[in-house]
């Protein structure tokens, strides 16, 4: 499932391009989730506070925040997402390229171009993340991409793999292993029995890392001090 953040302060144009979205996708076998903001700091908010997509198509002029700050605040949780940015002009190019944005698409002729930037768009995504995880439990063999893992717990002889995509997922193999297995910066122990894929983190309260969704995980005290240095890593892009 790709999912897709759409941002245009003007309704009815932000209903025009999503109806366009949808469209290119029915067309595809790819599936895609839209959700639609007509306020930029909405969305900003929403990504502070824990929200993650694949591909953003945003509104170069805005009020508030423009697209060009939205996509500089995007880009300290999320390196990789794709962006689109939506414009009547073409004068503001260089800002795109300092966030590393895949195309620009002209308002007047977004039925025209919108469908290719959009294909272009899933295939620099599927080269960008398609790190994934085999797990096999029972003669089940299940395909987990890193992206969609937002915690794994020890439980008792094996794990339990918590997914944004697939829900809960048991792995046969101890937490150590399986840490050295994903060899990804994304994932942290904040306990023994605890591992966190930090792009879901959304704050520390006490000893306890909150998740997007507000799902709880305990942070050991010897654990803390390296929690807190990969969220402030997070931070820093």
């Known amino acids: 499932m790709l999912k897709i953040a759409l941002c245009d302060d003007d309704a009815a144009v932000l209903e025009n391009i999503e109806a366009c979205v949808l469209g290119y996708f029915s067309k595809t076998t790819q599936r895609a989730e839209v959700k639609t903001f007509t306020k930029s700091e909405h969305l900003a908010a929403s990504i502070a506070d824990g929200d993650r997509f694949d591909l953003y198509i945003l509104d170069v002029g805005m009020p508030e925040l423009n697209g060009f700050e939205v996509a500089r605040k995007l880009r300290v949780y999320q390196p990789d997402a794709g962006i689109i940015f939506l414009t009547s002009h073409f004068e503001f190019a ?5 966030v590393r944005a895949l195309r620009y698409v002209q308002k007047l002729k977004y039925q025209q171009d919108l469908p290719e930037a959009l294909s272009e768009a899933c295939l620099s995504l599927e080269r960008a993340d398609t790190k994934s995880l085999a797990v096999l439990h029972y003669g089940n063999l299940t395909r987990v991409l890193f992206r969609d893992i937002v915690y794994i717990q020890k439980a008792h002889r094996s794990l339990s793999i918590y997914t944004t995509e697939q829900g809960m997922i048991q792995d046969n193999r101890g937490l150590k292993e399986l840490y050295g297995v994903l060899n990804d910066s994304r994932f942290i122990f904040t306990d023994r029995s605890y591992l966190v894929n ?3 983190a959304r704050q520390i309260e006490g000893y306890w890392m909150i998740l997007k969704g507000g799902k709880k995980v305990p942070i050991s005290r010897p654990m ?3 929690v807190k240095q990969a969220i402030i890593r ?4």
């Open 198 to 200: 930090i792009d879901f």
């Open 224 to 226: 803390m001090p390296s």
């Open 94 to 98: 260089d800002e795109g390229y300092k």
């Open 234 to 237: 997070l931070c820093e892009g």
